[in-house]
C-alpha cells in the first residue's frame, strides 16, 4: 500500500506549545524502538528505501518504504512480526512480504548481478517519544504524530524532533491545510529526510551525501502537455524540498545550498518556459522562491565566490585583505530564509498541485493537447483557465512567453519551439558579447542556464546520445560565464572592502579589471561553440 504524509522540522521554541496542543485534545502517548537494517555496502539507503523492525505496544512488526510518485507519497507496506524474541528483537524475514509490490522492489535494491541476495546487517536504531491525535477535517482523517527521541549508530547518536501528518482518509487538500495550520501556527517547515536517512548519514557520515542532485523526470512519449509538466514540475520539487531540507535542519552545506538553488531555478525555468501547461498551479509560489533565490545568491557570492577568488588574488601577490566585507546585520541567514512561512508556504503550493488529481487524462486531451486552454471557445462554454501573471518584478522575457501559434501543436513541437527559440537568442548574443554591458552579459548567462535546464528536462522525450551531446556543448560556456561573473562579484566585494578604509584594497580591483578582458574573449568563444552545436530536437 502507499502511504501520504507530511513531515516536519520544529524549532525549539515550538515543542512545549505543540505538545500542550495535542495533549489539550486528547493525544495518546506511546514509545516505539525501530532497528533498521541494510547490505553492508548500503543497497537500501541507495535506492531510497529503508527495511524496518519496529516494536510498539509490546508487538514487533516488519516494514519496507520505498520512494513514491511525489515527495509526500511513499510504498509502504507493513507486516506483523509475532514471536518471542530477545531484547535486540527478531531479524528481517523478506518472505513475509512474498506476493507484494514490496517485495519486488527490495529484491531489485539487494539483488546482485548473479541473482544473489545481499546479505543484510543491522545498521542503526531509534527510540522514540510518540505523541499521536487523529484529527477530522471537512470529512478527512488525518493522523498528527510529534516525535521526539535519539537515533543510534554504533556509539554515535543524534536526537529527533519531528512531527508527521499522514493522511488516512479523505481529501489531500485538508493535509495541506493542516501542514498550512502548522507553519503559521508553529513555525514548522516541511522536510523529507526520513528518520532512515539520518540513520544512514549517522551511520556512514562520509558515504551518505548531504546534497541532492536533480534527477531526470519520468516523461511519457505520449504524455499531453499539461502531464509533462507535472512531472517536470515533480522532479524540479524532489530536488528542493531534498536540499531544502538539509539547509532546514541547520546544515549549512555549501554544496546543498547550490543544489537548492540549482532546484528553484529549474522550477522557474519550466514554469516560465512550459507556461501554458501550468494551470491550476498558481503563480503566487514563484516570488517567495525567487526571493530566496536570490537571497542564497548572494550568501554564496561573499563566501563560495569570495572563497575562490581571495585565493587567485594571493597567488597573484595581493598584500590582502580579504575580499569580504565586514559582516553586518544584512548578512543573509540561509536557515532564516528556507524556515521562513512565505518559502513554506510557496512549497506546500507547488505540492498540492502535485498531490492533487490532474484535472484531464492524456486520453482526453489526444493528439492536439494545447499548452493553454485549446483553441476559441465554444460560444456559451465556460472560460477556460487563465494563467495568472508572474509577480511584480519576476524575471520576464516577453519573447519568450508561451507563443499563441503552437496552441493546437503537439507537446514535442511546443518544447522545441522554446527551446529553438532560446538557441536562436544564444545564437545572436555569441556575434555581440563583447560589445554588451555587464547587466547584458548577465542576461546571456541566465538563458544559456533555461536552455540547459530545460534541455535536461524534457530531454527524456528525446533521444538520449542526442541530448547529451548537445548539453555537452553548453557546459563550457556555462563555465566561462560563470568565471566572469565571479570576477564581476569579487570586484564589488574589493570595491567594499575600499569603501571600508582600507587602501590596500586597490591591488585587489586592479587585478580583477585586469583579468575581465580575457574572460569576455573566453566566453564569446564558447558561446560560438554553444551557437553551433547541433538541436537535438529536430
Given at each position: 500500500?502507499?502511504?501520504?504524509?507530511?513531515?516536519?522540522?520544529?524549532?525549539?521554541?515550538?515543542?512545549?506549545?505543540?505538545e500542550r496542543a495535542l495533549r489539550r485534545r486528547g493525544g495518546?502517548?506511546?514509545?516505539?524502538?525501530?532497528?533498521?537494517?541494510?547490505?553492508?555496502?548500503?543497497?537500501?539507503?541507495?535506492?531510497?528505501?529503508?527495511?524496518?523492525?519496529?516494536?510498539?505496544?509490546?508487538?514487533?512488526?516488519?516494514?519496507?518504504?520505498?520512494?513514491?510518485?511525489?515527495?509526500?507519497?511513499?510504498?509502504?507496506?507493513?507486516?506483523?512480526?509475532?514471536?518471542?524474541?530477545?531484547?535486540?528483537?527478531?531479524?528481517?524475514?523478506?518472505?513475509?512480504?512474498?506476493?507484494?509490490?514490496?517485495?519486488?522492489?527490495?529484491a531489485a535494491a539487494l539483488a546482485s548481478r548473479h541473482g544473489?541476495?545481499?546479505?543484510?546487517?543491522?545498521?542503526?536504531?531509534?527510540?522514540?517519544?510518540?505523541?499521536?491525535?487523529?484529527?477530522?477535517?471537512?470529512?478527512?482523517?488525518?493522523?498528527?504524530?510529534?516525535?521526539?527521541?535519539?537515533?543510534?549508530?554504533?556509539?554515535?547518536?543524534?536526537?529527533?524532533?519531528?512531527?508527521?501528518?499522514e493522511l488516512k482518509h479523505g481529501d489531500v487538500t485538508a493535509?495541506?491545510?493542516?501542514?498550512?495550520?502548522?507553519?503559521?501556527?508553529?513555525?514548522?517547515?516541511?522536510?523529507?529526510?526520513?528518520?532512515?536517512?539520518?540513520?544512514?548519514?549517522?551511520?556512514?557520515?562520509?558515504?551518505?551525501?548531504?546534497?541532492?542532485?536533480?534527477?531526470?523526470?519520468?516523461?511519457?512519449?505520449?504524455?499531453?502537455?499539461?502531464?509533462?509538466?507535472?512531472?517536470?514540475?515533480?522532479?524540479?520539487?524532489?530536488?528542493?524540498?531534498?536540499?531544502?531540507?538539509?539547509?532546514?535542519?541547520?546544515?549549512?552545506?555549501?554544496?546543498?545550498?547550490?543544489?537548492?538553488?540549482?532546484?528553484?531555478?529549474?522550477?522557474?525555468?519550466?514554469?516560465?518556459?512550459?507556461?501554458?501547461?501550468?494551470?491550476?498551479?498558481?503563480?503566487?509560489?514563484?516570488?517567495?522562491?525567487?526571493?530566496?533565490?536570490?537571497?542564497?545568491?548572494?550568501?554564496?557570492?561573499?563566501?563560495?565566490?569570495?572563497?575562490?577568488?581571495?585565493?587567485?588574488?594571493?597567488?597573484?601577490?595581493?598584500?590582502?585583505?580579504?575580499?569580504?566585507?565586514?559582516?553586518?546585520?544584512?548578512?543573509?541567514?540561509?536557515?532564516?530564509?528556507?524556515?521562513?512561512?512565505?518559502?513554506?508556504?510557496?512549497?506546500?503550493?507547488?505540492?498540492?498541485?502535485?498531490?492533487?488529481?490532474?484535472?484531464?487524462?492524456?486520453?482526453?486531451?489526444?493528439?492536439?493537447?494545447?499548452?493553454?486552454?485549446?483553441?476559441?471557445?465554444?460560444?456559451?462554454?465556460?472560460?477556460?483557465?487563465?494563467?495568472?501573471?508572474?509577480?511584480?518584478?519576476?524575471?520576464?522575457?516577453?519573447?519568450?512567453?508561451?507563443?499563441?501559434?503552437?496552441?493546437?501543436?503537439?507537446?514535442?513541437?511546443?518544447?522545441?519551439?522554446?527551446?529553438?527559440?532560446?538557441?536562436?537568442?544564444?545564437?545572436?548574443?555569441?556575434?555581440?558579447?563583447?560589445?554588451?554591458?555587464?547587466?547584458?552579459?548577465?542576461?546571456?548567462?541566465?538563458?544559456?542556464?533555461?536552455?540547459?535546464?530545460?534541455?535536461?528536462?524534457?530531454?527524456?522525450?528525446?533521444?538520449?546520445?542526442?541530448?547529451?551531446?548537445?548539453?555537452?556543448?553548453?557546459?563550457?560556456?556555462?563555465?566561462?560565464?560563470?568565471?566572469?561573473?565571479?570576477?564581476?562579484?569579487?570586484?564589488?566585494?574589493?570595491?567594499?572592502?575600499?569603501?571600508?578604509?582600507?587602501?590596500?584594497?586597490?591591488?585587489?580591483?586592479?587585478?580583477?579589471?585586469?583579468?575581465?578582458?580575457?574572460?569576455?574573449?573566453?566566453?564569446?568563444?564558447?558561446?560560438?561553440?554553444?551557437?553551433?552545436?547541433?538541436?537535438?530536437?529536430?
Amino acid at each position: 500500500m502507499s502511504e501520504i504524509e507530511l513531515k516536519f522540522g520544529v524549532p525549539e521554541e515550538a515543542v512545549v506549545a505543540i505538545e500542550r496542543a495535542l495533549r489539550r485534545r486528547g493525544g495518546r502517548a506511546r514509545a516505539i524502538e525501530s532497528h533498521y537494517w541494510d547490505s553492508a555496502d548500503r543497497r537500501l539507503a541507495k535506492a531510497g528505501m529503508s527495511l524496518r523492525l519496529r516494536k510498539a505496544g509490546g508487538r514487533w512488526e516488519q516494514t519496507v518504504k520505498a520512494a513514491g510518485p511525489s515527495p509526500a507519497e511513499r510504498l509502504e507496506e507493513t507486516v506483523p512480526r509475532p514471536g518471542r524474541w530477545e531484547p535486540e528483537g527478531p531479524p528481517p524475514n523478506l518472505a513475509l512480504h512474498a506476493g507484494t509490490p514490496a517485495e519486488a522492489v527490495i529484491a531489485a535494491a539487494l539483488a546482485s548481478r548473479h541473482g544473489v541476495m545481499a546479505p543484510l546487517v543491522p545498521v542503526y536504531t531509534s527510540v522514540i517519544r510518540r505523541l499521536a491525535l487523529d484529527i477530522e477535517l471537512n470529512g478527512a482523517r488525518i493522523e498528527v504524530a510529534f516525535d521526539r527521541g535519539t537515533i543510534h549508530a554504533g556509539e554515535r547518536s543524534q536526537s529527533v524532533c519531528e512531527v508527521e501528518a499522514e493522511l488516512k482518509h479523505g481529501d489531500v487538500t485538508a493535509l495541506v491545510e493542516v501542514a498550512r495550520a502548522g507553519v503559521e501556527a508553529h513555525g514548522l517547515w516541511l522536510s523529507t529526510t526520513s528518520k532512515a536517512a539520518r540513520g544512514d548519514r549517522l551511520a556512514h557520515p562520509v558515504d551518505a551525501p548531504r546534497a541532492v542532485k536533480a534527477r531526470p523526470a519520468q516523461l511519457d512519449d505520449d504524455g499531453s502537455g499539461p502531464e509533462i509538466f507535472r512531472a517536470v514540475i515533480r522532479s524540479c520539487l524532489d530536488q528542493v524540498l531534498a536540499n531544502a531540507s538539509v539547509v532546514a535542519d541547520g546544515d549549512l552545506d555549501d554544496e546543498a545550498i547550490h543544489q537548492l538553488r540549482v532546484g528553484v531555478r529549474r522550477m522557474r525555468t519550466a514554469w516560465r518556459e512550459l507556461a501554458g501547461w501550468r494551470s491550476p498551479l498558481a503563480a503566487g509560489w514563484e516570488a517567495p522562491a525567487a526571493e530566496l533565490f536570490r537571497a542564497l545568491g548572494g550568501y554564496r557570492d561573499r563566501r563560495t565566490v569570495a572563497a575562490a577568488m581571495q585565493r587567485l588574488l594571493a597567488d597573484a601577490g595581493s598584500p590582502g585583505p580579504a575580499l569580504r566585507a565586514a559582516a553586518t546585520g544584512d548578512d543573509v541567514d540561509p536557515l532564516m530564509w528556507v524556515r521562513g512561512r512565505p518559502f513554506q508556504h510557496a512549497l506546500l503550493d507547488v505540492l498540492a498541485f502535485l498531490l492533487a488529481p490532474p484535472p484531464l487524462r492524456a486520453s482526453d486531451l489526444a493528439d492536439n493537447a494545447a499548452p493553454a486552454a485549446a483553441a476559441a471557445p465554444t460560444p456559451g462554454a465556460a472560460p477556460a483557465p487563465v494563467t495568472a501573471p508572474a509577480p511584480a518584478g519576476a524575471d520576464r522575457d516577453p519573447d519568450i512567453e508561451a507563443d499563441a501559434a503552437t496552441a493546437t501543436a503537439r507537446p514535442t513541437r511546443v518544447v522545441a519551439a522554446h527551446l529553438a527559440k532560446l538557441h536562436a537568442r544564444l545564437k545572436r548574443d555569441a556575434r555581440r558579447f563583447s560589445k554588451l554591458d555587464e547587466l547584458e552579459r548577465h542576461g546571456v548567462r541566465k538563458r544559456l542556464k533555461r536552455l540547459r535546464y530545460l534541455g535536461e528536462l524534457v530531454g527524456p522525450l528525446y533521444r538520449s546520445g542526442r541530448v547529451e551531446r548537445f548539453l555537452d556543448q553548453l557546459e563550457p560556456a556555462q563555465d566561462e560565464l560563470g568565471h566572469y561573473m565571479d570576477l564581476v562579484v569579487a570586484l564589488r566585494l574589493a570595491h567594499d572592502v575600499i569603501d571600508s578604509g582600507d587602501p590596500r584594497g586597490w591591488f585587489n580591483v586592479g587585478w580583477l579589471k585586469a583579468q575581465l578582458p580575457g574572460a569576455v574573449a573566453r566566453c564569446a568563444k564558447s558561446l560560438r561553440r554553444v551557437a553551433a552545436a547541433r538541436p537535438f530536437w529536430r
